[in-house]
């Protein structure tokens, strides 16, 4: 994990993806339990024929669920070409396509997937580029269709963000005390990263016209949630 930022999200994506887990677990608290909970907590009786993984990146989200769905279709989609030819021969005998884009440019169209996994992707989305997406996302989801989403939901402008960030940075550099990840992962959060509190997310994911939004599993602000 170099240090160096890139000039897009895409580039930065793609730097990333050389020791993406490892760097992930040791830079996300809790980031395999938060990966885990896309199987643990789908709803029970799901039979998902068609899964999208929205900002799929090495597909860890798709693989907490791939062993139980060995037959559906999975779309990846991430900006990062690098990210996306990871998840082609990982999954390579998986029935899959692969989306090189934005999300802002991608048509969902209507009634598509039965399930949208988005692990650590939509906090790159400012409040306005989620508050379309949200509605989007709905109208590709099949009825009784449900998002799933893993990550932190705190806003930047949150009293409680600094606290956040310092015990961020001390499990950071627990794991790394050379500091390098810390000072990387700063500089990444800086640039590329716009949480927002879970409050603000489920008002607009009703909005939306999801008519349920669930925590599932939390720590702090790291959370799983489901929006049905
Ligand atoms: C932190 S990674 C998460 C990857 C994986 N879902 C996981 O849980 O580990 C975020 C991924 O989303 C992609 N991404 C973020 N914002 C995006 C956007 N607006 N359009 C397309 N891809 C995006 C990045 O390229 C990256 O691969």
Not at 70 to 78: I, Q
Request: glycine share 6%; proline share 4%.
């Amino acid at each position: 994990m170099s240090s160096k930022i890139q000039d897009n999200l895409s580039s930065e994506f793609d730097a990333f993806s050389v020791n993406y887990t490892e760097d992930m677990i040791d830079v996300v608290p809790h980031y395999e339990q938060l990966i885990q909970c896309f199987n643990d907590y789908l709803p029970s009786g799901s039979n998902p024929q068609k899964i999208l993984d929205l900002g799929a990146g090495n597909g860890n989200s798709t693989a907490a669920l791939i062993r139980r769905f060995p037959d559906a279709h999975y779309t990846f989609l991430d900006a990062s070409p690098e990210m996306l030819d990871i998840c082609e021969q990982r999954f390579s005998g998986a029935n899959s396509e692969r989306i090189q884009s934005y999300f802002s440019d991608v048509d969902y169209g209507i009634d598509q997937y039965d399930v949208i996994l988005a692990g650590f992707s939509l906090h790159h989305c400012k409040a306005d580029e989620k508050r379309r997406l949200f509605k989007r996302l709905k109208r590709g989801l099949t009825s009784g269709g449900v998002l799933a989403m893993s990550d932190l939901f705190i806003s930047k402008s949150d009293k409680a963000h600094p606290q956040l960030l310092a015990d961020w940075e001390q499990f950071i550099r627990t794991n790394d005390p050379s500091g390098e990840k810390w000072l990387w992962l700063k500089e990444h959060y800086d640039a590329f990263d716009s949480p927002h509190n879970f409050e603000s997310q489920k008002e607009w994911l009703m909005e939306a016209g999801f008519s349920s939004v669930e925590i599932g599993w939390r720590e702090g602000y790291w959370m799983h949630v489901l929006a049905r």
